[in-house]
């Protein structure tokens, strides 16, 4: 998928670095839920963006703590984040690699999504952590697609302050950044529901998920996915409680 285009229809990819990031700058500027907000640094239990639903019940404080950062591989979880994001009037992008697979956001649309408030920004592995910076001025949460080694550790403990600064949400992909999050999604997907020899359709996912705070395994419960006239809804199951683990 291609770099959102500018205010004027011009495609981002198409233009040098600096005009791409001078523009992006603008567009942050533009955006009435974000623009000429204070600087805040977010209050855990207390600014946190939610996720409603089962989904959200796994997770603490049933959101996402303003500032941090998650990592969350693709898939179902990570689409269901950016649709709880977008669905409530928030802004986010996905930040990729212009060479690499891209993330299929109709998953995320089919939970409710609003695409009209969703970037998707290829850009180069040299300039990630710049981008990122410039984003997190007027974004609610950006989930980056990249690995860990694309970004330096001098240049991280920048952003990092940046992002507590502004109470955006970095969501990384990738494994390799687990040591850096605050919290850490880890995702086992259980049999498919709905197929059948070689036909049929997906009619329901389930899903176990680890909550991982700080190193230390916190929560893990079960949560399903279901389709129905082309929307998918997160439910409970039905006979597989929640269970939390001893942290004392």
């Known amino acids: 998928m291609a770099a959102e285009p500018g205010p004027a229809g011009t495609d981002l990819a198409a233009l040098p670095l600096a005009d791409r990031l001078a523009r992006l700058r603008e567009q942050m500027d533009a955006i009435p839920a974000r623009a000429g907000s204070p600087k805040r640094t977010p209050v855990p239990g207390h600014d946190v963006l939610a996720v409603p639903g089962p989904l959200g ?41 212009p060479t690499g697979p891209q993330i299929g956001l109709l998953a995320a649309w089919e939970m409710g999504a609003a695409l009209e408030r969703l970037a998707v920004i290829a850009t180069p592995d040299d300039r990630a952590a710049e981008v990122i910076g410039v984003l997190a001025d007027g974004l609610d949460m950006i989930v980056i697609d990249l690995p860990r080694a694309h970004i330096r550790r001098a240049d991280f403990e920048k952003l990092r302050g940046r992002l507590r600064a502004r109470g955006a949400i970095l ?7 687990a040591r850096q999050a605050h919290l850490d999604l880890r995702i086992q997907r259980r049999p498919t529901y709905g197929l059948g020899r070689g036909r049929g359709r997906v009619t329901q996912i389930d899903l176990d998920v680890e909550v991982v705070v700080a190193g230390r395994r916190v929560r893990q419960g079960r949560v399903v996915l279901r389709g129905c006239g082309g929307r998918t809804q997160w439910h409970r199951p039905e006979a597989v409680p929640i269970r939390l683990a001893h942290t004392g």
Request: hydrophobic content about 50%; overall charge neutral.
């Open 57 to 97: 019940e796994l997770l603490p404080d049933h959101g996402l703590a303003r500032g941090t950062m998650v990592t969350c591989p693709r898939g179902a979880v990570l689409c269901g984040l950016l649709a709880a994001a977008t669905a409530s009037g928030r802004h986010a992008a996905v930040l990729t690699d």
């Open 171 to 177: 969501v990384a992909t990738r494994a390799d950044w």
